[in-house]
């Protein structure tokens, strides 16, 4: 015998109402992750958006920019949908060996200045709410981030 809680949809529709609350939580997080590394990286004399300026950028909006906003920052850019050779041509993959190194941002501005104290204090960051942790664990779980 099945009982049914009389909401008519086995609770498919709640899944799907949390999976797009929480893609429209992350969106703006990983979002600004993208925009505040290139900006990182051309602060600290980059052409190329290496992978330590990624890591840099996801742990300081893991912890400064969970809850800023809610939904895509820029949701022009999915609104229309791009063919493959269109997506190819906005960006230029580097041979790993031809990026340069990283030297991490030591100029006066304040905003890149928090960047290295969140990547500083990331061990011992402390996350306020159940979005936060999991963006540290996610964080904390990528084989690239660290390496």
Same mark, same amino acid.
């Not at 109402?17 to 051309?42: D, H």
């Not at 990283?102 to 200045?113: A, E, I, N, P």
């Given at each position: 015998? !099945?009982?049914?809680?009389?909401?008519?949809?086995?609770?498919?529709?709640?899944?799907? $109402?949390?999976?797009?609350?929480?893609? /429209?939580?992350?969106?703006?997080?990983? =979002?600004?992750?993208?925009?505040?590394?290139?900006?990182?990286?051309?602060?600290?004399?980059?052409?190329?958006?290496?992978? =330590?300026?990624?890591?840099?950028?996801?742990?300081?909006?893991?912890?400064?920019?969970?809850?800023?906003? +809610?939904?895509?920052?820029?949701?022009? +850019?999915?609104?229309?949908?791009?063919?493959?050779?269109?997506?190819?041509?906005? =960006?230029?993959?580097?041979?790993?060996?031809?990026?340069?190194?990283?030297?991490?941002?030591?100029?006066?501005?304040?905003?890149?200045?928090?960047? /290295?104290?969140?990547?500083?204090?990331? !061990?011992?960051?402390?996350? $306020?709410?159940?979005?936060? $942790?999991?963006?540290? !664990?996610?964080?904390?779980?990528?084989?690239?981030?660290?390496?």
């Amino acid at each position: 015998m !099945n009982m049914q809680t009389g909401f008519g949809d086995g609770g498919d529709r709640m899944v799907e $109402q949390y999976i797009e609350t929480m893609t /429209n939580i992350l969106l703006p997080v990983m =979002e600004k992750s993208t925009l505040l590394a290139a900006e990182y990286a051309k602060a600290c004399g980059r052409d190329t958006i290496v992978p =330590e300026d990624m890591e840099y950028a996801m742990k300081y909006c893991a912890m400064y920019k969970v809850g800023e906003s +809610i939904g895509s920052t820029m949701p022009e +850019i999915y609104e229309e949908e791009l063919t493959e050779e269109e997506m190819e041509e906005g =960006e230029e993959d580097v041979d790993p060996e031809e990026c340069p190194d990283f030297v991490r941002y030591s100029g006066t501005d304040q905003t890149f200045l928090q960047v /290295n104290e969140a990547f500083d204090r990331w !061990n011992t960051w402390q996350p $306020q709410n159940p979005t936060e $942790q999991m963006l540290k !664990n996610a964080i904390n779980s990528n084989e690239h981030v660290g390496a």
